[in-house]
């Protein structure tokens, strides 16, 4: 038992001291800390080794290695640092080793399952009647609502997909934004309504849904369902959520909002002219690794429709007890599970409804340092509207941005990527680690700046 604590110890420190020197360290771990990596690539031992010469071997070879996301300087993806009482909860979350399938399996997971869900749901302004489930992230979120919205609509049908499937249902037209998420089509695609066999509907210059332009469908033709979306992940924009609503609602269609980011949104009230209309939402989904900064891997799925979750996932089994209260298992994709409310629940106890808030208006203020620098360059030009934490910039032309990237790649300082806005390359920066302060902002604004000036 005492070299279980010690070892335990030793990994604790090693954690420690990479989280204490976060800050100091660049976004991209140096090119001989990859290429140590080669340390890892050893025959399956025969024999058992000592378990601290392992965490030894994984700490020296593999921390320097790790991507500086959880530090103040990284903006790709949309990928989020974690908040010091995020790692903590996990530590202990992982200590525990708990299954949150079944409240039976986990007292304190049921617990703090209820409590995060109360909490959300009045963080995001959302029905306090709503089902909430934790899942592996918004893809999953995504495909977990699709699917319940799926099943909901055909049993208006009187068609029981869940037993029955889709062979010989009536069809379920879907609706999406030319700017629908990738992963949202994926989503589509795993639920079996098929990621290309959907209506899509274009979108204007920053990514955002016309509503004007949505399909004159009938619903006596079958259902409908319509996917919209809070914050596009290279604009950061927000679709016309009370048109579409409007939409919805005339054809009986059930609305899905996919916000992975922007759906913190709501939290912040300096920001309640984005979202007006998606608490009208019928399901929502949304990360929690992403903004709220927790490890990963954690997704939230929202639904206001009482009982649809549980009509899609209810596994039915004899040696389940009976049970009561909220059954993870009965109304997610997975049977056993991590408690992901437990980071969740730690953050919003601590952070608190204005906290949250300033979490996301901090990341958001830091993403407008960063254009409003970066536009007044001459070779620069911002091509969003800065309405979140995203920034979309194009340098000159699609060889140059190549090139830009390429060298603060390498340089390492700070760490962002390529994306293509129109059919065109473009440079994106997002915000999303609660350590960005402004002065790391105008740093990492000025690193481009410089590294852009070096390319003549
Ligand atoms: C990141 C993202 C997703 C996918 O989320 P994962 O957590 O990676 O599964 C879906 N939609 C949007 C808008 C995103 O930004």
């Known amino acids: 038992m005492h070299d279980d604590v010690e070892l335990l110890r030793t990994a604790a420190d ?64 949309v990928n989020g640092a974690t908040l010091p009482v995020a790692l903590g909860a996990a530590f202990l979350a992982d200590a525990w080793d708990q299954n949150a399938a079944l409240p039976v399996m986990s007292p304190v997971a049921a617990r703090l399952y209820e409590v995060s869900r109360r909490w ?30 799926r099943d909901a609509l055909l049993a208006e049908h009187g068609w029981d997909a869940p037993t029955q499937g889709l062979y010989g249902a009536p069809e379920v037209r879907v609706v999406v934004g030319a700017q629908a998420h990738s992963t949202l089509r994926k989503s589509l695609g795993v639920i079996g309504l098929g990621s290309e066999r959907v209506i899509t509907v274009p979108a204007d210059d920053q990514g955002r849904l016309v509503a004007a332009d949505l399909p004159d469908l009938d619903p006596a033709d079958g259902p409908i369902v319509v996917c919209a979306q809070a914050g596009e992940v290279n ?32 939290a912040d009230p300096s920001r309640a002219h984005l979202v007006e ?53 009965h ?52 091509l969003n509207e800065v309405v979140l934490n995203q920034v979309l910039i194009r340098f000159r032309d699609p060889a140059s941005i190549a090139r830009l990237v390429d060298a603060i790649q390498r340089d390492g300082r700070i760490w962002c990527g390529p994306t293509t806005w129109q059919g065109e390359t473009a440079m ?29």
């Open 14 to 77: 090693h954690a420690l001291r990479f989280a204490a020197t976060i800050d100091a360290r660049d976004a991209t771990p140096t090119p001989e800390a990859v290429d140590a990596l080669v340390r890892f690539d050893e025959p399956l031992p025969d024999e058992p080794t000592d378990a601290t010469v392992t965490i030894d071997l994984l700490a020296t070879v593999g921390g320097p290695a790790a991507m500086g996301s959880a530090g103040p300087r990284y903006f790709g993806f």
């Open 120 to 149: 959300l749901l009045d963080l995001f302004g959302l029905s306090p009647a709503a089902d909430v489930a934790y899942v592996s992230g918004a893809t999953v979120a995504n495909a977990s609502c699709l699917a319940a919205a």
């Open 235 to 266: 604009t950061g924009a927000f679709d016309p959520f009370d048109d579409i609503a409007d939409w919805a609602e005339a054809r009986s269609a059930w609305l899905h909002v996919d916000g992975a980011f922007g759906l913190w949104a709501l």
């Open 277 to 329: 209309g998606l608490r009208r939402a019928d399901s929502l989904a949304t990360d929690a690794h992403k903004w709220l900064n927790v490890t990963y891997d954690s997704g939230i799925a929202v639904v206001q429709r009482e009982g649809a979750l549980r009509r899609t996932f209810a596994s039915v089994a004899g040696y389940l007890p009976p049970e009561h209260g909220f059954e993870a298992m």
């Open 331 to 382: 109304h997610t994709p997975q049977s056993s599970q991590r408690a992901r409310q437990i980071e969740v629940w730690a953050v919003l106890r601590t952070l608190g409804r204005r906290g949250v808030g300033e979490l996301v208006s901090r990341a958001c203020d830091a993403a407008t340092v960063i254009a409003d620098r970066l536009r007044a360059e001459p070779d620069f030009r911002v």
């Open 428 to 456: 994106r920066i997002s915000v999303s680690s609660w350590k960005t302060t402004p002065d790391d902002a105008t740093r990492a604004a000025d690193v481009i700046v410089a590294l852009a000036r070096e390319l003549d």
